[in-house]
């Protein structure tokens, strides 16, 4: 349309790169993600695709790109089993993006490879949420408004500094409105369709079954479980057992929980002896249903959620998103219940023929025990004066676990104690089971919250005594350090791993806690925003429990709010700062252009006029007198009003002719 | 498909056209795009790009991810301050028609404009079109002025009177199309079309008119053959010379009294329909401007008196190019 085919060939082919660039600011991220032949199909055809441009090669046509799509399609249906889910639905959009570039000819196609661009920078959203996601999102979403201001353009292209201006100053003024939308909009909680449950496969975390060596693993992981921060007062740190799933069956030497079939009433806590703390919880996604509390949850704001059997508090949906919920707990009591006594005597069940001597020595302990509470008080002692060791490493156990644990090899880990405890008490007739869960965390002096890392999980048991689950902690009476202090101070042998030596340090650790601290920032104000945190806003604002419709309203009314701010903008709105000189000096130049020439955009004043004169000696003195009297009204100082005028006026009888021949 | 789609858009567009001239009248020939004479519309790949901005805020709804959500608003805040950068591109634009020079009936009419930006940010992406033709682009950088220069088609002879000129722009992402209709009361001149052949000049001393008593040029004295220039008369053609070596050459004569006057009448034309003449009186005219004797010409109820030069022939060409039919016998 300008300038001359090689011009025209030359932009088109730097539009063709810009198109592509979109595509790698919204793709890049995933070449990691996705199977590696898709991230090579694309990047190999984004470099023919720019070579091809730049040499002028003819592209592919139909009949090869159509099998070609066809066989990528059905690659990626093949690799992944199917199309649906975050990560295969970014392949496919990888390769569509890629056939795309192929078959790039003309405008709408590179509009629509950078539209693709975007949808991808969403997928990467998808995918991960961190704090690098959001400096992502940002710097990629800059490039791809740039990418999409030139590939559109078709008198000229901007500079690549240019387009990354216009692409910044479009975005930042769309901000405001943005943030307003983020606040106002409604969130209804989702999902709407099924919730892709890949992310969680993989991830370290509690199971709901133990057996001997299953914790001590985790305990080697330094990944996050979830951080919590206290409203008001802090447990201590031999109260912080946050609960997770509840085992009851046990085959001798394996613990697992039972299916949720029947959900308990609501408990009541022990109030007169335990003490309630509330807190919020950031919940790393694990896969799994269970929602983390401390034990004897009374409130909880997670949707969906309820307790479930042995009143772990469960999610209706498996945890594949980050979550974040608030609670009330009551710990130090004990869970005060009714429980049916079918679920009693099942707490009582030992697979027979299992673990002999352990049930002689819980016979022997039941003899001369006055009540129950008194047997597990005396089981208790046993395990503490027993000479038994706390060890990640214990030497293996075979099919009597707890009796080989008891009198051979007396060493152990949480896990081996809980089982032992329990087995003790059962065979002694108190109902008793396994839990597992976390025990304490680290406290992070930057942000004031806890960290509780999958190295903290724990395994506990729960009696039944005067009508309450009571807990029972045998791993803090074979090594009390270990609830005190946590897991590496007391385990002094504790496997070195390259993240533990490195935390060792503790300037390093300072950094770590701090960048953790700037994370958990962020969870908590960005990634946890939600209908809570948009209620409790609102409410802090002064509205009334906001509804849905009433917020919709408010969003509508906010946007239509800023359109007609920007529509003020447009019909009053001084869009330059007017400076009359220059509105004088544009007018003597719209005079002169159509009958000499227009003004260059870098040319000065004195330099256009001598131009002029040279061209046209007839306008010369006029020329000349005009651009000395804009010169002077411009930079004389202060702006002389009546000189303005006169200039005007002068401006306005300056007629030049079209050609000189008729002067 | 494609021919029908077009043909629907252009009913529309013409509608369209036709409610804003009713809507803002006639324009001077010197116009600023003010802001409620600029329509503004989603393009394609801006009705593309809502789709997109909906199904992202779908999918954050549905995976309950915030940073989908920051994505989405984002990218709708920024369809909506698009609306106001399109907008501000052609509002307070200035245009002046300059004119053009007459053109002759089938020839693209040169016409031009200048446009002024008087603001301090710049008007890209602006294309200035008729209706049915390429947009010509015309940008503007800050406090820029600007000569575009349109090419118009033209079919008939006479006055043309200007199409709604359309300015137009998609700046800064396409996603939007700003417009406005600007109909410039002006009439451009068209000349007529000369007939294509060579129409042999009336021998002003004609028997047919003894009595009009211009002088011949003076055939005393005969100065030497030269080469045929359209104009001459063919009785001064050698055909003699002619015949022997194939070129044609005609008898100079130098010196003698004032040139002869040479009148173009439509009435000594050979019969044929107004069009037609009128093309021949056209190639008559121009082929006697090429030559070096001044011509007067005569339509009925016009006369143009004898003389020489450019002007002469624009004012014989003007005067052909608004013959109207019904004026004459």
Redesign the interface.
């Known amino acids: ?2 300038g001359t085919t090689a011009e025209r060939r030359t932009m088109e082919r730097r539009q063709i790169a810009w198109a592509a660039s979109a595509m790698i600011f919204g793709g890049a991220p995933h070449l990691f993600a996705v199977v590696p032949w898709v991230a090579l199909l694309v990047l190999a055809v984004a470099l023919w695709r720019i070579v091809a441009a730049a040499r002028g090669w003819a592209l592919p046509s139909l009949w090869l790109r159509a099998p070609v799509t066809v066989l990528a399609f059905l690659g990626v249906a093949l690799s992944y089993r199917g199309v649906s889910g975050v990560d295969a639905g970014s392949a496919l959009l990888l390769v569509m993006a890629g056939m795309k570039l192929l078959e790039m000819r003309d ?2 196609d590179r ?2 490879v950078v ?1 693709i661009g ?2 991808l ?2 997928a990467v ?2 995918r991960a ?1 961190a704090i690098w ?2 400096a992502w ?1 940002a710097g990629a ?1 800059l490039g791809i ?1 740039a990418a ?2 030139q ?6 292209l901007l500079s690549v500094p240019g387009a990354a201006a ?1 692409a910044g100053r ?2 930042v ?7 307003l ?2 606040v106002l ?1 409604p ?7 099924a ?1 892709p449950n890949t992310r969680a496969t993989g991830v370290t975390g509690l199971d709901d079954q133990i057996q001997p060596g299953d914790i001590s693993e985790l305990s080697l992981s330094d990944a996050v479980a979830f951080r919590v921060r206290f409203d008001g007062a802090v447990p201590p740190a031999d109260q912080l057992y946050w609960r997770g799933p509840v085992l009851e069956r046990f085959d001798g030497r394996r613990w697992s929980a039972l299916p949720d079939v029947a959900r308990d009433g609501p408990p009541t806590a022990d109030s007169a002896a335990g003490m309630a703390y509330e807190y919020q919880l950031v919940l790393e996604p694990q896969g799994q249903r269970w929602l983390l509390a401390l034990e004897t949850p009374l409130a909880w704001s997670a949707p969906r959620a309820a307790l479930g059997r042995g009143r772990q508090l469960l999610s209706a949906d498996p945890i594949s ?1 980050r979550l974040s919920y608030r609670a009330r707990s009551v710990t130090g009591g004990g869970m005060l219940a009714p429980e049916s006594p079918e679920m009693l005597a099942f707490d009582l069940r030992l697979p027979p023929g299992r673990n002999p001597r352990a049930r002689a020595l819980a016979a022997r302990l039941r003899q001369d025990s006055a009540s129950d509470r008194d047997y597990v008080g005396r089981a208790l002692a046993m395990l503490a004066q027993g000479g038994f060791h706390y060890s990640l490493t214990p030497p293996p156990l075979g099919q009597h676990a707890v009796d080989e644990l008891l009198f051979v090899t007396r060493e152990g880990f949480c896990e081996h104690y809980a089982s032992a405890f329990a087995v003790l008490a059962r065979a002694g007739g108190v109902p008793a089971r396994v839990v597992v869960g976390y025990q304490g965390g680290e406290r992070n002096p930057f942000g004031d919250y806890w960290i509780v890392r999958q190295a903290n999980a724990h395994a506990w048991a729960e009696v039944w005594l005067d009508g309450g689950w009571r807990r029972v902690d045998p791993t803090a009476v074979v090594a009390p350090g270990r609830i005190e202090l946590g897991i590496d101070e007391t385990l002094a042998a504790s496997p070195v791993t390259a993240e533990r030596l490195w935390r060792a340090n503790a300037l390093v650790n300072r950094m770590v806690l701090s960048w953790d601290a700037v994370n958990a920032g962020w969870d908590r104000w ?5 209908p809570e945190m948009q209620a409790d806003l609102l409410l802090a604002l002064g509205f009334e429990v906001p509804r849905t419709a009433q917020l919709a309203a408010l969003a509508v009314a906010g ?1 239509i709010a ?2 007609l701010l ?1 529509g003020f ?3 009053h709105g001084r ?3 007017r400076d009359p000189c ?2 004088l ?3 003597l ?2 005079r002169l ?2 009958v000499v ?3 260059a ?1 870098a040319e000065t004043a004195t330099h256009y006029a001598e131009a002029i004169a040279s061209a046209r000696p007839d306008l010369a003195a006029e020329v000349r007198a005009l651009t000395r009297q804009y010169l002077e009204l411009r930079y004389g100082g202060r702006y002389d009003p009546a000189g303005g005028r006169a200039l005007a006026a002068r401006i306005r009888r300056f007629r030049p002719a079209a050609a000189p021949a008729h002067r | 498909m494609r021919s029908l789609w077009r043909r629907l858009t252009a009913s529309l567009g013409g509608r369209a056209r036709g409610w804003a001239l009713r809507r803002q009248g006639r324009d001077p020939v010197f116009v600023t795009l003010e ?1 409620r004479r600029i329509y503004i519309l989603p393009t ?2 801006g009705l ?2 809502g789709l ?1 901005v909906l ?2 805020l ?21 369809g ?6 399109t ?2 591109t052609l ?2 634009l ?1 245009l ?1 028609l ?1 004119g053009a020079e007459p053109v002759f009936a089938g020839d693209p009419l040169d016409v ?1 404009l ?1 446009l ?6 710049p008007r ?2 602006v ?1 200035l079109d008729w209706p049915g033709s ?4 015309a ?1 503007l ?1 800050p ?5 575009v220069r349109l090419p118009l088609e033209t079919r008939r002879r006479g006055a043309r009177p200007l199409p709604g000129l359309r300015v137009g722009t ?5 996603l939007m199309h700003a417009w406005a209709w600007v109909h410039i009361d002006a009439q451009l001149l068209v000349w007529p079309r000369p007939a294509a052949g060579p129409v042999p000049l009336p021998n002003s001393t004609g028997s047919h008119r003894p009595h009009d008593g211009h002088q011949r040029p003076g055939d005393e004295d005969f100065a030497g053959l030269r080469s045929y220039r359209r104009g001459d008369s063919p009785r001064r053609i050698a055909w003699k010379s002619y015949a022997r070596c194939g070129e044609l050459l005609v008898r100079d004569f130098r010196g003698g009294g004032p040139a002869a006057i040479l009148w173009l009448d439509w009435n000594t034309l050979p019969p044929g329909d107004v069009e037609q003449r009128v093309a021949w009186l056209t190639r008559q005219v121009l082929d006697a401007a090429a030559g070096d004797r001044p011509w007067g010409l005569r339509v009925p109820g016009i006369t143009v008196e004898p003389a020489q030069g450019r002007e002469h022939l624009r004012r014989c060409l003007e005067q052909l190019a608004v013959v109207a039919p019904e004026a004459l016998p």
């Open positions: 349309m300008s405008e709408r509009v629509v539209l975007y949808f920078l969403f959203l998808l949420q996601s959001f999102l979403a408004t999409l201001a590939t559109v353009r078709r008198e000229r216009l479009l975005l003024q769309s901000l405001p409105l943005a943030v939308l983020f909009f969130r209804i909680p989702g999902p709407f369709w919730m998103e960005v990634l946890a925003f939600g946007t800023a359109m920007m903008a447009l019909r869009r330059v700062p220059a509105i000096y544009a007018r130049c719209g252009a159509p020439r227009a003004r955009a | 802001s394609p790949a593309v790009f997109l199904t992202m779908a999918g954050a709804m549905n995976y309950n991810n915030n940073l989908g959500f920051a994505l989405a608003f984002l990218l709708a805040s920024l909506v301050t698009v609306i106001y950068h907008h501000r509002a307070g200035r002046r300059l031009r200048t002024v930006n008087e603001a301090a940010t890209e992406e294309f390429p947009p010509v682009p940008g950088g406090l820029d002025s600007r000569l998609r700046a800064p992402l396409g």
